[in-house]
Nanobody, 116 residues
Framework: QVQLVESGGGLVQAGGSLRLSCAASVTISRINVTGWYRQAPGKRRELVAQITSGSTTNYADSVKGRFTISRNNAQNMVYLQMNSLKPEDTAVYYC??????????WGQGTQVTVSS
């Protein structure tokens, strides 16, 4: 069973920064794709950023230039650096991994609230 634990969420003023962390219970080498998703109240869960095993990244248009996804293979960690935060970035942020030859897994989520 794969476990993902997110941390780093909180309350921040508009224009501020936060770094989310996702600790995986499996080695990064088993992970094909890692993503950060978010879900705001009353809205569907949406992809924020992805990074592949080959370090190719993909971002939602709404966060390009502000958010950066990265991996630390030695520590089995994935990060989302969020800068220039806006009130519309307020949501629960979820870490997701898709393993080679297996399915996808979700973390429990971490709340990010950006005040105006």
């Amino acid at each position: 069973q794969v476990q993902l634990v997110e941390s780093g969420g909180g309350l921040v003023q508009a224009g501020g920064s936060l770094r989310l962390s996702c600790a995986a219970s499996v080695t990064i080498s088993r992970i094909n794709v890692t993503g950060w998703y978010r879900q705001a109240p009353g809205k569907r869960r949406e992809l924020v950023a992805q990074i592949t095993s080959g370090s190719t990244t993909n971002y939602a248009d709404s966060v390009k230039g502000r958010f950066t996804i990265s991996r630390n293979n030695a520590q089995n960690m994935v990060y989302l650096q969020m800068n220039s935060l806006k009130p519309e970035d307020t949501a629960v942020y979820y870490c997701n991994v898709v393993l080679y030859f297996s399915g996808g897994y979700w973390g429990q989520g971490t709340q990010v609230t950006v005040s105006s």
